[in-house]
């Protein structure tokens, strides 16, 4: 390649990652306005091969100064900057909280559930398919102070925990610093930082699910550990937080096949067979409740991947690949995933052609990495087809490229890797502080919004008898007014139980909402106390329609 041609790639490559640090810095300082709808471009997704094709670290020495940076960095042990990293979690999740302060439609379905079993108020919402999991962990936060805030704490548990864990498996795959680093990457990346003030359990899974991952690795890695019970357990942690999460398992499974070959699980036959069985004795509890609650041990399974919202089948993977990979883990993220990526086509490929010939490949990070790339793939792949996609379904892969992505930098950047990852630990802290505006100001004002509606007239409806909303917002509804709470198909299939106080809420831009002659017949012609409740929400108005308490046998 010419100079002149060099220059110019070095130029549009310093040009596009000035760009990216500029407007990161204007979210920082609260000007995102400026950007459309708070969202950042990718600029360093055009920065990154432009570096490459610059390669000015061939020709050029550091300056002093960078230097003596670098040495200063590499002196603070990786536990220091994970501290750190963790500590910056805790913030995050804290500021975040003043601008989504209430419970979202999801996260009070499972609050509703953790209540129901501290104090026997209605479990608004709940559905049989749902897991377990997360209403347990909050029943136990609920003991401790009966609030939304207990809830939420919960959620900074489980983000810790997952943070913990990407750097503990990362620091034995790479070093403490790049796990550090890898840490820090997945909480700036925009779908995960998302969730980390909510009460949900996909975070939580993440961790459990590449604990699993790792147990594996090291199953093959240390044939005469005892890895692999180990995994079936930690495997059954995460099916109980999140039925969705066997579709992970599944794809993992696959995945070790792909990368180890069936012989080298079969050599491991009685640890295989222990494992088998744990996970099996592990699953009877919910295969009996499931023949109890719908004929079939596998029917709630088939009842939580049938709600998903999805237009035709593979209509989630149609979404992951048009998200992929910026929309998951944003600017900085999305290059590192991208490195990722491409590293684990590399190793397959040199497997590939060892085989072919004839030289059996013994390095066993190869291997490693073909497992983590096929694991990420195929997760995509398991879960864009049974179910509508969503980035927190995909939080596992993110977390694997990443991995990959850090591990392969140093290669890509040869011997300059110690001031290429000191620069990208930079750029990704500043991101961490410029997505978190982007949470705040792009995606919670939305659901805010709707809950300005929401809440207040659920909290104006709270009664001190048996009650019953009748809305499109029934988990929130429940919530906030401790009633039970039902959607209008629900109420239309069933009586409500004597002595119960019936309202339907309707909102002026409502959704779920029947027309008027269905109201008339939902009614049936009783005497129904009108009263208008106006609110601040992008809602609008309510009009509640009071029922006369029910009255003969109870249908449900």
């Not at 360093?44 to 570096?51: F, I, Q, R, T």
């Not at 820090?184 to 996909?202: A, I, K, Q, Y």
């Not at 988990?475 to 119960?500: F, H, I, K, L, N």
């Amino acid at each position: 390649m010419s100079a002149r041609r060099t220059t110019a790639w070095a130029v549009t490559a310093a040009a596009l990652t000035l760009a990216a640090v500029a407007q990161h810095l204007l979210l920082v300082l609260g000007l995102g306005g400026v950007l459309p709808g708070w969202q950042p471009w990718p600029f360093l997704l055009g920065a990154a091969p432009a570096w490459w094709l610059a390669r000015p670290h061939r020709r050029t020495g550091l300056p002093r100064l960078c230097r003596t940076a670098v040495r200063g960095l590499r002196r603070v042990p990786g536990g220091a900057y994970c501290a750190a990293v963790l500590l910056l979690a805790a913030a995050v999740w804290a500021v975040l909280q003043d601008h989504e302060p209430y419970l979202g439609h999801e996260e009070a379905v499972y609050a509703n559930k953790a209540r129901a079993w501290a104090d026997g108020t209605p479990d608004a919402g709940w559905g049989p398919y749902r897991p377990i999991g997360l209403p347990a962990l909050g029943r136990l936060a609920l003991a401790v102070h009966d609030g939304v805030g207990a809830l939420r704490a919960v959620a900074l548990l489980l983000t810790l925990f997952t943070l913990t864990v990407t750097y503990l498996v990362a620091a034995r795959w790479t070093t403490p610093r790049r796990a550090a680093l890898v840490t820090l990457l997945v909480l700036g990346g925009l779908g995960f930082l998302r969730r980390v003030p909510e009460f949900l359990n996909d975070i939580g899974t993440t961790g459990l699910l590449l604990a699993v991952v790792f147990l594996l690795v090291r199953a093959q890695e240390r044939p005469g550990s005892r890895a692999l019970p180990a995994a079936a357990l930690v495997a059954l942690a995460a099916f109980h937080l999140r039925y969705g999460s066997l579709g992970n398992l599944l794809a993992i499974a696959l995945a070790a096949l792909v990368a180890y070959g069936p012989r080298a699980w079969l050599a491991q036959g009685r640890r295989l067979a222990v494992a088998a069985g744990v996970f099996a004795i592990g699953l009877v509890p919910h295969l009996v409740h499931a023949t109890q609650v719908t004929g079939s041990p596998l029917g709630l399974i088939f009842w939580a991947t049938s709600q998903a919202n999805r237009a035709y089948v593979g209509d989630g993977l149609v979404y992951y690949a048009a998200i992929f990979p910026y929309r998951l883990a944003g600017d900085l993220g999305a290059v590192v995933m991208t490195a990722g990526l491409l590293s684990a086509a590399s190793a397959a490929r040199r497997r590939i052609r060892a085989r072919r010939a004839g030289r059996a490949e013994t390095d066993p990070r190869l291997a490693r990495r073909v497992f983590l790339g096929a694991t990420a793939v195929l997760v995509f792949v398991v879960l864009g087809v049974v179910t509508d996609g969503e980035p927190r379904f995909v939080y596992l892969p993110v977390v694997l490229l990443t991995i990959l992505g850090v591990e392969a930098i140093p290669r890509y950047a040869g011997r300059h890797s110690a001031p290429v990852l000191a620069v990208t630990g930079a750029l990704a802290a500043l991101t961490v502080a410029g997505t978190a505006q982007v949470v705040a100001h792009g995606a919670m004002p939305g659901p805010t919004a709707l809950a300005r509606s929401t809440v207040p007239v659920a909290e104006r409806l709270s009664a001190t008898g048996p009650c019953l909303l009748v809305t499109g917002y029934e988990p929130e509804a429940g919530w906030y007014s401790g009633c039970d709470a039902v959607t209008y198909a629900r109420y239309r299939t069933m009586t409500p139980r004597p002595g119960t106080t019936v309202r339907l809420v309707l909102f002026e831009h409502g959704r779920l909402q029947p027309s008027g002659a269905e109201l008339r017949r939902l009614t049936g012609g009783r005497h129904v106390r009108t009263r208008t409740i106006p609110t601040h929400g992008s809602l609008g108005t309510a009009t509640v329609l009071t029922l006369p308490p029910a009255r003969g046998p109870y249908r449900g």
